[in-house]
């Protein structure tokens, strides 16, 4: 009885979909979030009579043959690179990216990180860093003295002191993007690391080489839709509810046959 362990692959695909939905809409206030979709495959088919053989009574070809599918299986779970809506916070370090690209962070272990969350602020040292104390390249460092604080599109990074007229440079931020941002690892905290998949990181001034450019005193809201997520969830429910009645119809027959004298 074939059926028992294939509903049993549909309920697992079925529960990993909700788990995805869940992470997404436990997400909804996430900066920067980009929701996530899981993604299936068919299993193995098992070859009863394959297309194209002879039949040995008459000889003649058997123009499609019989195949018999053992389930799904999960393929991936990608993200959908979408922009999510830019919300006004007026904050001095508050960056949002328009269109494609991301910060690059230093993580703790020296290496380099990428986050689309502009919630930035500086440490005691006056270190411009993330929410959780990463410091972002490359790195620039506000005066303790500096009044206010101007961020054009391009990233360039302005200080206003009360004994100046003109603003002053402190630096620039630069923006990283990738061949396949779906194939970046992400590793919490809002953050990813580049993998094979991703290709090399490509830094480069805001607004060029296809990537967005830096709205200053806002952030990006997370890019899940809610209304979505629950009519994909209501069809998740009931996909692993349709599974869950095939294997009580596999069970009766099962125990019909057991019946039989």
């Known amino acids: 009885m074939r059926a028992l362990k294939i509903a049993a692959t549909g309920m697992s695909a079925q529960q990993m979909r909700v788990e995805v939905i869940s992470n997404n809409l436990s997400n909804m206030s996430t900066t920067g979030y980009n929701a996530r979709r ?117 990233g360039e990074i302005y200080a206003y002191f009360d004994d100046a007229v003109e603003a002053q440079l402190l630096g620039q931020l630069t923006l990283v993007g990738f061949t396949n941002p779906k194939g970046l690892e992400a590793i919490g905290g809002n953050l990813f690391t580049e993998t094979e998949a991703s290709g090399p990181p490509i830094q480069t001034t805001a607004g060029q080489d296809g990537l967005g450019t830096f709205r200053h005193g806002y952030l990006e809201d997370s890019s899940v839709d809610p209304v979505y997520e629950i009519t994909e969830l209501i069809e998740a429910q009931r996909g692993y509810e349709l599974n869950s009645k095939v294997i009580s119809a596999a069970d009766q027959m099962l125990g019909a046959t057991v019946q039989v004298r």
Do not use: C
Not at 44 to 53: I, L, M, N, S
Not at 68 to 86: C, D, E, H, I, N
Not at 89 to 97: E, V, W, Y
Not at 125 to 134: K, Q
């Open 38 to 154: 899981a993604e299936f495959a068919d299993l193995h088919y098992q070859q009863v009579a394959r297309a194209g053989t002879v039949n040995a009574a008459d000889g003649t070809m058997l123009p499609t043959g019989v195949q018999l599918g053992l389930g799904a299986r999960p393929s991936a779970v990608t993200m959908k690179l979408a922009q999510g809506a830019l919300s006004q916070t007026g904050g001095d370090l508050d960056l949002a990216i328009e269109g494609r690209g991301y910060f690059e962070v230093t993580l703790p272990s020296g290496l380099a990180g990428y986050t689309r969350d502009g919630a930035l602020k500086r440490n005691g040292e006056g270190l411009v860093v993330t929410s959780d104390g990463l410091p972002v390249a490359p790195e620039i460092v506000i005066p303790d003295d500096a009044t206010s604080l101007s961020i054009n599109a391009e």
